[in-house]
Nanobody, 118 residues
Framework: QVHVVESGGGLVQPGGSLTLSCAASGCAFSIYPMAWYRQAPGNQRELVAIITSDGSTNYAGFVKGRFTISRENAKNTVYLQMNSLKPEDTAVYYC????????????WGQGTPVTVSS
């Protein structure tokens, strides 16, 4: 069964850092892209970053230069290192493997909340 567990969120001050982790199961994780999304209250879910199986990355403009996505295929895990956090980064963050099983199921985990506030 497809499944993800996001962790690492919490309350941080503006300018602070946080690392999110996501453990995935239910597909051949290592050969597919992996993405992080976020959703703030009242907003649509938006793409934050994506990493391909060979390590190529792409970032949304509002996080480029501050966030880094990485993956550890042996552990079926993807990370999001977040630096220089801003209040506008406050949202629930979700990971989303781009493998057929997840796409077909339109599966989303519970996400991990990040709050950036003084």
């Amino acid at each position: 069964q497809v499944h993800v567990v996001e962790s690492g969120g919490g309350l941080v001050q503006p300018g602070g850092s946080l690392t999110l982790s996501c453990a995935a199961s239910g597909c051949a994780f290592s050969i597919y892209p992996m993405a992080w999304y976020r959703q703030a209250p009242g907003n649509q879910r938006e793409l934050v970053a994506i990493i391909t199986s060979d390590g190529s990355t792409n970032y949304a403009g509002f996080v480029k230069g501050r966030f880094t996505i990485s993956r550890e295929n042996a552990k079926n895990t993807v990370y999001l290192q977040m630096n220089s956090l801003k209040p506008e980064d406050t949202a629930v963050y979700y990971c989303n493997p781009k493998c057929p099983a997840f796409i077909i199921a339109n599966y989303w985990g519970q996400g991990t909340p990040v709050t950036v506030s003084s």
